[in-house]
């Protein structure tokens, strides 16, 4: 019985691994042909090595191409990848913009990370009413689950902002 299960997660692990590469392939394909979700999700994967092997540089030229066609997760990753000074000084530069965009486009996210800036006054000017705006910006984002939602209205209480 042992031998079965130890042969089971095997081979289970084994077919994980080739699911995903086919995964990755098919969205290589669509981000090649210049589909910005897909060049997002591409960059995404390299970032974490998730059916391709893990790649900061070729992740933060998917995204950079996702992000310039106003794909929110890429926009995003691109203020992450800034942050870190991954993507050199342009990017460090550069990083605010991007997480803005992001928030911008509905991305719950970046909505949360920047109200939390605003609010505790990191990398951006301290600002509660700003701070506010992208708290309830989440609260009534659809794109947004339940979970960031209430996070979002945690947030409020505990910051005493409203």
Not at 69 to 78: E, I, R
Request: hydrophobic share 40%; net charge positive; glycine share 8%.
């Amino acid at each position: 019985m042992k031998k079965f299960i130890i042969l089971f997660l095997i081979i289970s692990v084994s077919f994980g691994l080739i699911m995903a590469e086919q995964d990755f392939d098919k969205l290589l394909k669509k981000a090649k042909k210049g589909d910005a979700e897909a060049q997002g999700e591409v960059g995404y994967m390299y970032l974490n090595g998730e059916g391709v092997e893990k790649n900061i540089i070729k992740a933060h030229k998917w995204f950079k191409k996702s992000a310039n066609k106003g794909y929110p997760k890429a926009q995003f990753y691109m203020w992450a990848l800034g942050k870190t000074g991954i993507s050199g000084e342009e990017g460090k530069e550069k990083a605010n913009e991007w997480l803005i965009k992001s928030a911008e486009n509905d991305f719950p996210k970046a909505q949360l990370t920047l109200a939390s800036f605003y609010s505790e006054g990191r990398y951006f000017e301290k600002n509660k009413s700003k701070a506010k705006m992208w708290l309830d910006k989440l609260i009534n984002n659809e794109k947004a689950s339940e979970k960031m939602k209430k996070t979002a209205k945690m947030y409020k209480v505990s910051n005493d902002i409203d």
